[in-house]
């Protein structure tokens, strides 16, 4: 609940403040934001499955946005960014799907 | 796993297992993690947020160097075509407006050369300067070679269009004399001998009365009279009807400078 009422508070804040991204950040931000999603889908499918471990979360939300991020930033060294982030996203949407099935699974029992 | 094939439903407690855990896992907890969790969670609601409007206010600022060089790229290839089509379009408009331009002058061309023709035909009427000359011969002794040369003399004389009393003298006119008359192209023209000529008037005026020419011939030879008047604009309004020719044929000429 807490988290849930944090996604919305932080959605307000981006929306009222409007923040401007950094320009080294911007090839980052929308890859490490799937990151991120990914990890809070996997958490919510941890919960259902029993085996929800709040250190687990925390660690792996954090990882997945560095590595995403790194990938890209990797990519954009050796020339390949735009494809590496299509990948990225390729594969991360993937496992969203993926989570998102067996929630629906649990929750919905279809 | 197929939707249209349904698991067996499960009892009541097990349906709702899953919101149970989910509901436990929601109650609010004083605990690091959860407080940790409720702080990335802000951090992603703020990421998300951000993005979403940097991309709508941003358009080629946030694009990568490649993909700015591949709508350079593409930029530059559609202006490339573009102005191709320009320079052929405007070639084309070029040739058109010169082509009709053209077309006008050669139609005053033809309008003019036209003109030319049926003065010389005698189809059409004339005004101009020129001389009228009248001939008073009582006594009849004026005779069509006399005439003739009075015209072969204008002619010389660059007279452009001549006509003897109501007709028009042509290129293929002919005299006759017909007891004590004069006949051209078969019409009788009688005395008075009215001879209206275009041209420049002072020669033409000159030749008539050069010496040992015709008004000499005519006041010395035949006794008549002769008077000749100059005048600015004259009109030779007499036609001579064209009749088609039964054996000549034109040979096509290689410029198709009508004339109809």
């Given at each position: 609940?807490?988290?849930?009422?944090?996604?919305?508070?932080g959605?307000?804040?981006?929306?009222?403040?409007?923040?401007?991204?950094?320009?080294?950040?911007?090839p980052?931000?929308?890859?490490?934001?799937?990151?991120?999603?990914?990890?809070v889908?996997?958490?919510?499918?941890a919960?259902?499955?029993?085996?929800?471990?709040?250190?687990?979360?925390?660690?792996?939300?954090?990882?997945?946005?560095?590595v995403?991020?790194?990938?890209?930033?990797?990519?954009?060294?050796?020339?390949?960014?735009?494809?590496?982030?299509?990948?990225?996203?390729?594969?991360?949407?993937?496992?969203?799907?993926?989570?998102?099935?067996?929630?629906?699974?649990?929750?919905?029992?279809? | 796993?197929?939707?249209?094939d349904?698991?067996?439903?499960?009892?009541?407690?097990?349906?709702?297992?899953?919101?149970?855990?989910?509901?436990?896992?929601?109650?609010?907890?004083?605990?690091?993690?959860?407080?940790?969790?409720?702080?990335?969670?802000?951090l992603?609601?703020?990421?998300?947020?951000t993005?979403?409007?940097?991309?709508?206010v941003?358009?080629?600022?946030?694009?990568?160097?490649?993909?700015?060089?591949?709508?350079?790229?593409?930029?530059?290839?559609?202006?490339?075509?573009?102005?191709?089509?320009?320079?052929?379009?405007?070639?084309?408009?070029?040739?058109?407006?010169?082509?009709?331009?053209?077309?006008?002058?050669?139609?005053?061309?033809?309008?003019?050369?036209?003109?030319?023709?049926?003065?010389?035909?005698?189809?059409t009427?004339?005004?101009?300067?020129?001389?009228?000359?009248?001939?008073?011969?009582?006594?009849?002794?004026?005779?069509?070679?006399?005439?003739?040369?009075?015209?072969?003399?204008?002619?010389?004389?660059?007279?452009?269009?001549?006509?003897?009393?109501?007709?028009?003298?042509?290129?293929?006119?002919?005299f006759?004399?017909?007891g004590?008359?004069?006949?051209?192209?078969?019409?009788?023209?009688?005395?008075?001998?009215?001879?209206?000529?275009i041209g420049?008037?002072?020669?033409?005026?000159?030749?008539?009365?050069?010496?040992?020419?015709l008004?000499?011939?005519?006041?010395?030879?035949?006794?008549?009279?002769?008077?000749?008047?100059?005048?600015?604009?004259?009109?030779?309004g007499?036609?001579?009807?064209?009749?088609?020719?039964?054996?000549?044929?034109?040979?096509?000429?290689?410029a198709?400078?009508?004339?109809?």
């Amino acid at each position: 609940m807490i988290p849930a009422l944090g996604l919305l508070v932080g959605l307000a804040v981006g929306l009222f403040l409007h923040p401007a991204v950094p320009l080294a950040l911007q090839p980052y931000l929308p890859i490490a934001v799937i990151a991120a999603l990914d990890a809070v889908f996997g958490g919510v499918r941890a919960v259902l499955d029993g085996i929800f471990n709040d250190k687990v979360f925390v660690v792996s939300f954090l990882s997945n946005v560095v590595v995403a991020a790194f990938i890209v930033f990797l990519g954009d060294q050796l020339g390949v960014g735009s494809q590496l982030s299509t990948g990225v996203v390729v594969v991360l949407g993937i496992r969203i799907f993926s989570n998102v099935a067996s929630i629906r699974r649990h929750l919905f029992r279809a | 796993m197929s939707r249209s094939d349904p698991p067996p439903r499960v009892p009541a407690t097990e349906d709702s297992f899953g919101w149970q855990r989910l509901a436990l896992m929601a109650r609010p907890r004083a605990t690091k993690a959860n407080a940790l969790a409720a702080l990335l969670a802000i951090l992603l609601g703020f990421a998300v947020a951000t993005q979403v409007r940097q991309n709508q206010v941003l358009g080629l600022g946030s694009l990568r160097q490649v993909e700015l060089v591949t709508i350079l790229d593409n930029a530059t290839l559609l202006s490339a075509r573009l102005d191709q089509n320009a320079r052929e379009l405007q070639a084309t408009r070029d040739e058109l407006i010169s082509g009709s331009s053209s077309g006008a002058a050669a139609l005053t061309v033809a309008q003019e050369r036209l003109d030319t023709l049926r003065i010389l035909a005698g189809t059409t009427s004339a005004h101009g300067p020129g001389i009228r000359m009248t001939i008073n011969d009582p006594q009849a002794k004026v005779t069509a070679p006399l005439l003739l040369d009075a015209i072969e003399e204008l002619r010389d004389a660059g007279a452009e269009a001549i006509q003897v009393g109501d007709v028009r003298v042509v290129a293929s006119s002919y005299f006759d004399q017909a007891g004590s008359e004069v006949e051209i192209d078969g019409t009788k023209v009688t005395e008075p001998y009215v001879i209206s000529a275009i041209g420049n008037a002072q020669t033409l005026s000159s030749a008539m009365e050069i010496p040992g020419g015709l008004s000499e011939n005519v006041r010395l030879k035949l006794g008549a009279s002769i008077t000749i008047t100059q005048a600015t604009d004259l009109t030779v309004g007499a036609l001579h009807t064209l009749s088609e020719p039964r054996y000549a044929r034109p040979i096509p000429s290689p410029a198709p400078a009508a004339i109809p």
